[in-house]
């Protein structure tokens, strides 16, 4: 009986992460697949027809917002990584006893909504906004100086919304590396930066690489901030798949956008995966 025990036990344990992959994973990924291959309309309802052609006409009419998509999301991801490095590496080699509180600041903004934090973002950037305003009352802006609908405002959005996304992982990478590896550095001459270089980089990377995983694919996948912040011409993939579900009611496509979006993801993340090396990435997480 105890035998029996011992063999099930790890099945058991497992059981539970299964059943919710199956449940909220497994069956919501065939559940879309099979209507991205379904015809017919809300009135008379899909009927499952295999019509895989639904994928060119999709990608055909929509290459540019997926173009568009991946662009952003490459953009925003790498100023994330600039802006989230220096402050993961000062709060974690300069922080001392204050580290939780300096972290806690930095999420404290991320308790308010994801919807209403970019809507105020709309309030400020607007042109009769106190931020744009008072420049252009001061002639410091042209009078027709937007911000507003404009790519850099849909990028800026995306950036302060995914921030901590990309801080956290990067700031407990820096803080496991043991401060006498760098200590030995310097007392084999190594300078400041060579240091950082060498040592520091190199035992960061797996922050990095779980920061990008983290903030890359939601980023590209995002529709509020383009929504609220941009215009016609910074339509986001997933204003369009948004907008096929719950507004045209076109599940098919819908389906078969959402599907593209996934793969071209997937491609990426293993390129991305390949090309920094995961067997290296892993034995630094797991020093």
């Given at each position: 009986?105890?035998?029996?025990?011992?063999?099930?036990?790890?099945?058991?344990?497992?059981?539970?992460?299964?059943?919710?992959?199956?449940?909220?994973?497994?069956?919501?990924?065939?559940?879309?697949?099979s209507?991205?291959?379904?015809?017919?309309?809300?009135?008379?309802?899909?009927?499952?027809?295999?019509?895989?052609?639904?994928?060119?006409?999709?990608?055909?009419?929509?290459?540019?917002?997926?173009?568009?998509?991946?662009?952003?999301?490459?953009?925003?991801?790498?100023?994330?990584?600039?802006?989230?490095f220096?402050?993961?590496?000062?709060?974690?080699?300069?922080?001392?006893?204050?580290?939780?509180?300096?972290?806690?600041?930095?999420?404290?903004?991320?308790?308010?909504?994801?919807?209403?934090?970019?809507?105020?973002?709309?309030?400020?950037?607007?042109?009769?906004?106190?931020?744009?305003?008072?420049?252009?009352?001061?002639?410091?802006?042209?009078?027709?100086?937007?911000?507003?609908?404009?790519?850099?405002a849909?990028?800026?959005?995306?950036?302060y919304?995914?921030?901590?996304?990309?801080?956290?992982?990067?700031?407990?990478?820096?803080?496991?590396?043991?401060?006498?590896?760098?200590?030995?550095?310097?007392?084999?001459?190594a300078?400041?930066?060579?240091?950082?270089?060498?040592?520091?980089?190199?035992?960061?990377?797996p922050?990095?690489?779980?920061?990008?995983?983290?903030?890359?694919?939601?980023?590209?996948?995002?529709?509020?901030?383009?929504?609220?912040?941009?215009?016609?011409?910074?339509?986001?993939?997933?204003?369009?798949?948004?907008?096929?579900?719950?507004?045209?009611?076109?599940?098919?496509?819908?389906?078969?956008?959402?599907?593209?979006?996934?793969?071209?993801?997937?491609?990426?993340?293993?390129?991305?995966?390949?090309?920094?090396?995961?067997?290296?990435?892993?034995?630094?997480?797991?020093?």
């Amino acid at each position: 009986m105890g035998r029996v025990k011992r063999t099930l036990a790890p099945y058991l344990l497992v059981l539970p992460g299964g059943l919710w992959l199956l449940m909220f994973f497994a069956v919501p990924m065939a559940t879309m697949l099979s209507l991205s291959l379904q015809e017919g309309d809300i009135v008379n309802g899909y009927v499952f027809t295999g019509h895989w052609q639904t994928y060119v006409e999709a990608i055909s009419d929509y290459q540019t917002q997926l173009i568009r998509s991946l662009v952003y999301g490459v953009i925003a991801t790498i100023i994330l990584i600039v802006l989230a490095f220096p402050a993961a590496y000062w709060i974690a080699f300069y922080g001392g006893k204050r580290k939780a509180t300096y972290l806690f600041l930095l999420l404290l903004p991320f308790f308010v909504s994801f919807v209403l934090r970019t809507i105020s973002w709309r309030l400020i950037l607007t042109d009769d906004g106190f931020l744009l305003h008072p420049l252009k009352e001061a002639g410091l802006l042209p009078e027709n100086f937007h911000i507003l609908g404009t790519p850099a405002a849909v990028i800026g959005g995306l950036v302060y919304n995914f921030l901590p996304f990309m801080v956290l992982p990067i700031y407990v990478a820096l803080e496991r590396i043991d401060p006498r590896v760098v200590e030995a550095a310097r007392d084999l001459y190594a300078s400041p930066i060579t240091a950082f270089r060498k040592v520091i980089l190199p035992l960061a990377v797996p922050g990095v690489f779980a920061g990008v995983l983290m903030t890359f694919i939601p980023v590209s996948s995002d529709y509020v901030n383009s929504e609220v912040l941009g215009s016609s011409s910074t339509t986001m993939i997933g204003q369009v798949i948004q907008s096929q579900y719950l507004s045209s009611s076109n599940y098919p496509t819908a389906s078969a956008l959402s599907f593209t979006l996934m793969t071209v993801l997937l491609i990426g993340v293993f390129a991305y995966a390949r090309a920094l090396g995961t067997e290296d990435v892993m034995k630094v997480a797991a020093r």
